[in-house]
């Protein structure tokens, strides 16, 4: 079973508050991941990591930011939520190195709503 | 066109036919393949990972993989409803995710 954990496991705010969702991994991998996923649709990357003070944005355009401070640490912050951030956000890490596995095991995710 | 695509479904097999997943992708120097299973409110985790081509086996599900044609496959043998999910294959030199097939295995 993958050590990846996310908190809150459902968070459930108002418009303009700053939020910090939690992502921890115990398994020593360099890479990690932000996904956003609405309910039914596919997953958006927003933020990845290849190791401390690495970041980069993904895919899909957020108004999130990420940091990397240490290499189990993977926070995303919303500094003023709005309705439309209202998704799923799952994390995700994967081993390091640039061979050819890129296994990657996600935390439970958070349910974020902004009311 | 996706980089990586997948038919969306649902694709309803009967309990203990086989399911087959199909998936393409568009870059031709894409090295590893991954099939992910993601239940409904669960987050995804990684049932398959290939990276040459052929077949390889873990218990029920093969993965199949033809780099010349740029599709790798998922066959679930003698389904069952827990099954049912939706199966995500991803593509890796930067792994992209398709959108998912939806997989309804009928008791």
């Known amino acids: 079973e993958a050590d990846i954990y996310q908190t809150p496991r459902y968070l459930v705010i108002g418009t303009g508050k700053k939020i910090t969702l939690e992502c921890s991994q115990t398994?020593?991998?360099?890479?990690m991941y932000w996904y956003q996923q609405d309910p039914g649709m596919e997953l958006h990357l927003i933020h990845y990591s290849y190791g401390v003070n690495s970041t980069e944005k993904g895919d899909l355009s957020s108004e999130s930011t990420v940091s990397r401070i240490r290499t189990e640490h993977f926070p995303l912050t919303l500094e003023s939520a709005r309705p439309s951030h209202t998704s799923q956000y799952l994390c995700a890490s994967s081993e390091s190195g640039t061979g050819w596995a890129d296994e990657q095991y996600f935390g439970p995710g958070t349910r974020l709503t902004v009311t | 066109q996706k980089e990586v695509e997948q038919n969306s479904g649902p694709l309803s097999v009967p309990e203990g036919a086989i399911a087959s997943l199909n998936c393409t992708y568009s870059d031709r120097v894409s090295q590893s393949f991954f099939w992910y299973r993601q239940y409904s409110g669960k987050s995804p985790e990684l049932i398959m990972s290939i990276y040459s081509n052929g077949d390889k086996e873990d218990g029920r599900f093969t993965a199949q993989l033809n780099k010349a044609s740029q599709y790798v496959s998922l066959l679930i043998r003698d389904s069952q409803p827990s099954d049912s999910a939706t199966y995500l294959c991803?593509?890796?030199?930067?792994?992209?995710f398709g959108a998912g097939t939806r997989l309804f295995v009928k008791a």
């Open positions: 398994m020593g991998h360099d890479k």
């Open positions: 991803a593509v890796k030199i930067k792994t992209i």
